[in-house]
């Protein structure tokens, strides 16, 4: 795998482009991910339920902020932006190696939105505007697939140790996440400001913003439909990765191989968003979307329906999906959006994902403490289903092949 890396790495020619693939790679936390349910139950002292509260608090404030930094990239400098979220990042982890309580971890996850929302919709629209001074915009799904792909092969990287760190100290999984995210400030430091069209404020920054909001989703349908399909695709996948943990545990699957598994998982959403611009050649992206969906319903259905270590591995599938729908979607809305304000429309697809998780986490969470985890990923099939399919065929109306 890492020669395969350094073969991909060395054939960007851009090395702007290859430092915002290193910032990226160096934005994973999977020393952390593997055991983050675990982490916030014995270590902070959440039950499944409120650390799904938790992350609501995160969808609710990734919501609020989207849009608000969103627009701060299109009138700031990327660069800039790109250095505030890796700051806010680092302290975001500092606190989270002392937390302890909900309180602690509702501050957590506000210092982790605003790290998330600074960078969200730019790290992209950064790549294409390096992309564009080149001429090679017609690359761009290409190159997002390899720089969302990098992301998840750090991940895959770091995230076997992640059970043994655990076992030998509960908070070094954090501690060495905190490093890597020190190391994205320093290289998000070299990045450089590429040249691209910047606007300024029309009237003030909330009638932009509004503008804005109104030009993707009144007076463009087509990016109405893929964000509102996003919101519900991008969603299911979330959710699946945060039941993983408790499956493991209803199944008796033993904790050193969680970090292993999760290695496995996001290995495929590497590979699947890397290598997803080649599907084109046998399927169109509206399809393509469909049939990812059609997938995640299966899969969340059979894991539902008997919690089992031979199904457990279905649930790492089910977040690969991730890999290959988000690169699609992203290339769908980049192409038709106003290059002025991409990076604004970009974090509202990402504000949809996180509104619909606010809307149906606290529920999967106690669905999977009352019940079974089992039960929580029936609820999210039936979900899916009922959601899920109706956004897609309206995709179909909307952005016809």
């Known amino acids: 795998m890492v020669k395969y890396i350094k073969k991909r790495w060395r054939r960007e020619p851009n090395a702007d482009i290859r430092r915002l693939y290193l910032a990226t790679a160096l934005r994973c936390g999977g020393f952390y991910l593997p055991i983050i349910v675990l982490y916030n139950r014995e270590v902070m002292g959440l039950s499944f339920a409120q650390f799904m509260f938790v992350e609501a608090f995160f969808a609710v404030s990734m919501a609020v902020l989207e849009i608000p930094t969103g627009y701060f990239s299109d009138i700031w400098q990327r660069r800039t932006t790109m250095i505030v979220s890796a700051m806010f990042w680092a302290a975001a982890y500092i606190w989270m190696s002392v937390a302890y309580g909900l309180f602690d971890a509702l501050g957590v996850q506000l210092l982790m939105a605003l790290g998330a929302s600074f960078s969200s919709g730019t790290l992209q629209a950064m790549l294409y505007e390096y992309l564009a001074e080149e001429k090679r915009e017609h690359e761009y799904r290409k190159a997002e697939g390899r720089r969302f792909a990098l992301g998840f092969y750090g991940l895959a990287f770091t995230a076997p140790a992640a059970g043994w760190l655990y076992s030998l100290d509960v908070r070094l999984a954090v501690i060495l996440t905190l490093g890597l995210h020190l190391a994205s400030l320093l290289v998000s430091l070299h990045l450089r400001e590429p ?19 109104r030009y993707a989703l009144y007076g463009h349908r087509e990016i109405a439909a893929i964000i509102l399909l996003s919101a519900i695709m991008l969603c299911g996948t979330k959710l699946i990765l945060w039941i993983q943990q408790p499956y493991y545990q209803a199944a008796h699957i033993p904790l050193e191989l969680y970090g292993w ?43 539902g329906v008997h919690v089992a270590a031979v199904v457990a591995p279905l649930l790492l599938v089910g977040q690969a999906l991730y890999g290959l729908a988000n690169p699609v979607i992203t290339d769908i809305i980049i192409q038709r959006s106003d290059p002025a304000r991409r990076a604004t429309i970009l974090s509202a697809q990402s504000l949809s994902s996180q509104f619909a998780f606010t809307l149906v986490s606290v529920p999967y969470g106690i669905l999977s403490d009352s019940g079974t985890p089992g039960h929580a990923l029936l609820g999210l099939s039936c979900l899916l289903t009922l959601c899920g399919v109706p956004a897609w065929l309206y995709l179909c109306r909307k952005v016809p092949d």
Do not use: C
């Open 261 to 303: 598994l999760s290695a496995g998982a996001f290995l495929l959403v590497a590979i699947n968003s890397q290598l997803v611009h080649r599907l084109e050649h046998w399927m169109k992206p509206v399809p393509l979307l469909g049939l990812i969906m059609l997938t995640e319903i299966g899969l969340t259905l059979l894991t």
């Open 195 to 213: 040249v691209r069209l910047r606007r300024g404020i029309e009237h003030n920054a909330f009638y932009d913003m509004l503008k804005t909001m």
